[in-house]
């Protein structure tokens, strides 16, 4: 049996706590039990050491590993069996030192290439008995009237388990979740107010990373069992642990931008000096913006899969906001706070924060995943049916990023509006200011996009709301121009072609069926005077088109669909054009009004023939296979990265433990 060697200090010996001495005896391959009937007893009795065990393990090596095995799995047996002890805190003690050991062997699985963590943690012939046994305990501990220490600490082995390997698919211990589920016991988690308040944000936590397990390979009970969950009071729990946490940001934000004088974080740097410091800033923003991803991805596996949560959207929540989160800084709001909110309020006003600034390759993940939630909230019929609401009105405080020619911070709408209207008013205010050398081409496609779904819904419906559609014509048209006069900048890395037809495509919406959905016939005058104004900006955008679709490039075809997407708005302006032209001249004038372009406008619609355009109003459906996958997959092998470094199993104070378990009793 080999044996560890160990220096010695070669003067006074160490004294060592009694549990430490035990450690090393069980990772020497020594027989600590020998001789002492009444050993697991006492040795669950001793406060556990999380440093000094895993250290231990950490220590091992790979010679080693075969002398020590039968100790580590008689270890592992008699953590199991404890949980059915009668003595409440050899319980908590046995499932504190199983955690410790399983986050060790995954450790030390990662170190050593062809370790089996299966046969080396539990031995393969007992390793579905003792995993049963073991998941009913917890599901025991989690349903019942336990002590809140007691559910934690079974939410920090979950969380143990499903972090275990950066990538979730791999991590084989995950097959016996599926086999004795804990979806049930984490759901009734939501369902209750105290205990969502400190449990929930990690319930949710594991039970979105048990959704990845082989999610596009195979059966994942936990993704059939989210996507026909109906039971409304564990919808609206889940729904109040998400809002909680984008709630939490959005309120140190404000409290920053007081503090700062109205700044926000974003600006504070360009009041800083010194590179140093705006490096330190980002990195804290950063941090902030990483430790949202997992109630971000919780929200969108939801929304995703299950239809029955849309209902929740509409909803008010009124309900302290102290749940428990992973970063405590974000979520330090007291007891007695109590506010109305509701999800999709929060989640739009937290966009419009985190949307200020994606350079950084965490902020870029963070604004992908809050427009693919909004992409899935746009195609859902009845999500963007709840959204147009007339009835359903909602003050949104959308934040704008500082810019020289406006004031920093965001205004809080004066009346309320119906969330369309936020929604467009974020996806404007995106496009206008990430109008750079460094375009996000496919968070401009997501934001287009989801504009486009919004006009498909209201040409479908024929549903009429009152929103400045100027604003997004103009931001459009700016947005075609940016990319028109950088094109030799933009064209060698990024496909702008497939931008430019989202943006005529939307013009094309409103030029062919906009009488089924603007306001009034004014709107439609206002849309044609735009379109002759900025008449050189579609030339010059139809040459650029034209020259790539006969030059045999790789954004020939694309180039192509422009061309031909463009024909109405060409017909428009060269209809308009001379008209306005001669009316000038008929006048006299060189600098007509608004006025009086709109007047020749409205004169002058007989005459003009347009081509008639089909399946505008189509488009192709959001899936996450294959094209988001390496996306996700990247995502959660970040989040799982962060969440195994925050959980802190060493925390247990015997004084609270005990108090915990005298309330029960």
Known sequence: MSVRKRSGSGGRKVLKEKIIQLYEGFFRGECVTLGNLNFWEEFFLLKPKMGALEAEIGALQADQLSGVRENLNSLVHECISHLSNTHQIKVLYALQTLTGVVRAVYKKCAQLSGFDLVNFLIGFD???????????????????????????LCLKFLLVLVTGTDNVSNNTLLEYLLINSVFDSLILLLSQADRRIKHGHQAITVLTLLVQYRKHDSSNPYILNLSILDQEMVLHGYCQVVTSSLSGYTDKYEESVKEGGGSGWLGTLSNMVGTMFIQEDSLIRNEKLRSHNPALMALYEIIHLN?????????????????????????????????????????????????????????????????IILTCITEDQYATALMHDQNLVFKVKLHKAPMRHRKTGGEVEPHGRSLVCSLLDLMVEFIRSHLMKRLPLQLHQLAIGCVH????????SRVRITYNWRELWCTLIALVKFIVSNESNLIKKLNVFSICLQVSTIFNIFITYGDTFLPSASCYDELYYELVRCQDVFDNLYSMALRYSMSGGEHKDTAMKVTNSLINIRAITSHFQPRIEAWLASQQLSTPSEAEILQVVKSNYDSLTLKLQDSLDLYESYKEHPHHTPFFTNLVRNMVIDFRQEIVLDDLDLQEVLQNFSSIQ
């Open 126 to 152: 007992r390793a579905e008995q003792e995993m049963s046994c073991l998941l009913n305990h917890i599901n025991t501990f989690l349903i019942e009237d336990s002590p809140s220490c007691l559910k934690d």
């Open 307 to 371: 239809r029955n949560f849309i209902t929740t959207l509409a909803h008010y929540q009124t309900e302290s906001y102290n749940i428990n989160t992973t970063n405590i800084e974000d979520n330090s709001v007291t007891v007695a706070d109590l506010k109305s909110v509701n999800l999709l309020v929060t989640f739009l006003e937290y966009i419009s924060i985190a949307m200020q600034d994606t350079k950084s390759e965490v902020a870029d993940r963070n604004v992908t995943l809050c427009f």
């Open 453 to 460: 779904k919004v006009l498909a819904y209201q040409r479908r």
